[in-house]
């Protein structure tokens, strides 16, 4: 421990905005922290142990039965447990679905979808359904072309950066035709409740609401586990690790035993439903905080504004290292905004308390009335 300030791991911990790898549970830390030398009074580690053996099959099975719990997820929907973030998503997705018909469309309302049509552009015929710069709303549902040799529509339901999410897909169902919609849920998912049966895909990194990073996971409607390019490797191809229960390779097995105590912290919180109405709080408040300002302000449409990712910038941007050092004066870190639009942005996940957001809100207003 000599390289390290154990000050504020013995004293208290932070308030963690940052947008990921984010805020865990600290009930969760403090379990793996008791657990970390010997898992279960096994004496041994669960990182040092076999992905095959009875410890860890137990873990991996718990954590996906819970998972499938929590999003209420149907049978005929495989839960994939990967690696290599969701930006390797962003290429396994049309290697994984386009070998018979090589068109895809993409809706582009921020940053993070942007970069999945310029990774899909390497595998297919990719057409463009919507965009509109700045990324500040989402275009009218329906202007969105979806043509109709498209094997599906991607989307990004929150986009991390811009501060833009969207649920309510209703508007785009006429214009479907069977296609599925497939999205990058990374930063929203577990946020909220969703209908899965809405969706063909829905992938995410594990960096922001499920755990730490190194884990991706992909729910994978069934009956397109079949279309993959023969290209596609076969560690990543979704049919490949479907049938061998995610464990083709080794698996990322701490950060499934982190994710797997996560799930059981939300379930005991009272699943999804309760974490929603936290995190609708929660962001009513940093967004009522911000609104009410005169130093500080949102731009995004407010039918459109991210619950857990809140941009904002302050009117002198002159004043951005201050509120930064300050902050952190304060314990409250991760707030420097995304390097592509600067200004500030707080990451509102699950594990951050209410009262992490109450002290932000109040750092915040003490610092307006200062400057
Ligand atoms: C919406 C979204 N998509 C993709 C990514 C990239 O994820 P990864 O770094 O796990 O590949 C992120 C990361 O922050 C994200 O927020």
New binding site residues.
């Given amino acids: 421990m000599d390289n390290y300030s154990t000050d504020k791991i013995s004293y208290g911990r932070l308030h963690n905005f940052s947008?990921?790898p984010a805020a865990l549970p600290k009930e969760v830390l403090e379990i793996a922290q008791r657990e970390l030398l010997s898992f279960n009074g096994s004496g041994i580690s669960i990182m040092e142990v076999s992905h095959r053996g009875k410890l860890f099959d137990r873990v991996h099975t718990e954590a996906l039965e819970n998972f499938r719990t929590l999003l209420n997820i149907p049978s005929d929907y495989a839960v994939l447990f990967m690696q290599?973030?969701?930006?390797?998503q962003n290429s396994l997705i049309p290697l994984n679905l386009l070998s018979k018909n090589q068109n895809a469309c993409y809706a582009v309302t921020g940053s993070?979808s942007n970069?999945s049509v310029i990774e899909a552009k390497r595998y297919g015929n990719i057409t463009i359904a919507c965009e509109q710069k700045p990324y500040l709303s989402v275009p009218d549902f329906n202007t969105w072309d979806i043509p109709q040799h498209s094997e599906y529509l991607h989307i990004?339901t929150?986009?991390?950066?811009d501060g833009i999410e969207f649920v309510d897909l209703s508007a785009l169902k006429s214009k479907l035709n069977g296609k599925y919609i497939i999205s990058?849920m990374?930063?929203h998912i577990l946020s909220r409740q969703i209908n899965i049966d809405d969706y063909g895909v829905i992938y995410a990194?594990a960096?922001?609401n499920i755990g730490p990073?190194g884990l991706?996971i992909a729910i994978v409607r069934k009956n397109l586990l079949n279309q993959a390019m023969p290209a596609c490797p076969i560690s990543l191809n979704w049919n490949n690790v479907y049938q061998n229960n995610s464990m083709y390779n080794t698996p990322p097995t701490f950060a499934i035993y982190i994710a797997g105590l996560v799930f059981k912290w939300l379930l005991n919180k009272g699943a999804v439903q309760t974490i929603e109405k936290e995190n609708i709080a929660k962001s009513q408040k940093l967004y009522t905080c911000i609104d009410k300002s005169s130093l500080y302000k949102n731009n995004i449409d407010k039918n459109y504004r991210s619950r857990m990712n809140i941009p904002f910038k302050l009117n002198d941007e002159s004043l951005n290292p201050q509120f930064l050092e300050q902050a952190e004066l304060n314990n409250l870190v991760g707030l420097k905004g995304h390097k592509s639009v600067g200004g500030m942005r707080a990451s509102l996940y699950n594990a951050v308390s209410l009262e992490s957001v109450e002290k932000l809100i109040d750092f915040m207003q003490k610092f307006e009335n200062s400057n």
């Fill in positions: 947008a990921g290599g973030g969701a930006i390797a993070w970069k990004c929150n986009e991390t950066i990058d990374s930063s990194g960096q922001k990073s991706t």
